[in-house]
């Protein structure tokens, strides 16, 4: 007999996804395992923010699936029927989610280790002198050992983002999501804060990545997702898509980019 496989860390299956008469997921079917890095590459409007947005249940799903850990996220089965999933249930999901936006959203009023302890600290209850104990580790891992006790308005874009990747590390997540965490930032500022997403993904982090940075795919990624009006056009390996393209849109989108 085998060993019995691992379901997906990730499984998204046929979602769909409307603002009005808008359909902007238009039935995204993938599955993200245990430790891969996934780059979601594609022109503005196609989607992936609302896609990175319903995976942690900011946006409720129209139609489909989407399970993390084997659970359904956001909705729980009823007498057969799916319901939206208590409050309480969604929060513990996001505390296994980390997401880094293109914003860092940072608290102003708190240091780097308060913006940092904040979630452990109030969300997952941990004594404070341990939670401290984390964000501290956390900061060094991010390269921001010395600015614990800086503010927000103290940091460059890259310090503060870093700050943003420690605050969602802080939380042991067993996935990171990151949206154009990159973009945002002045180009010289820009390497930093991807040196310190190479790393995780070096590490064994699992994590999706909807970012511009084509080089961070081609090198950092297993997999790459290529979306264009709310529907994967193509997945390939980082090599295939950016040697050969199957599709004539994917062509046209790495010509305007690289
Ligand atoms: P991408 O991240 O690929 O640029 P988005 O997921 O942000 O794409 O947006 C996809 C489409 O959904 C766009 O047409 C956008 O205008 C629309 N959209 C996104 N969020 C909302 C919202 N909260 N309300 C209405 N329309 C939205
Ligand atoms: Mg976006």
Redesign the pocket.
Known sequence: MTAPVAPPLLQIENVHKR??R?E?LRGITAAVAEGEVVAIL??????????LRCINHLERIDAGRILFEGQPVGYRERNGRLVEAPEREIARVRARIGMVFQRFNLFPHLTALGNVMEAPVHVLGLPREEARARAVAVLERVGLGAKLDAYPAQLSGGQQQRVAIARALAMQPRLMLFDEATSALDPELVGEVLAVMRDLAAAGMTMIA?THEMAFAAEAANRVIF?DEGVIQEESTPDRFFASPATERARQFLRRVT
């Open positions: 603002f009005g808008n902007v594609g022109p503005s409007g196609s989607g992936k923010s609302t896609l909807v979306m």
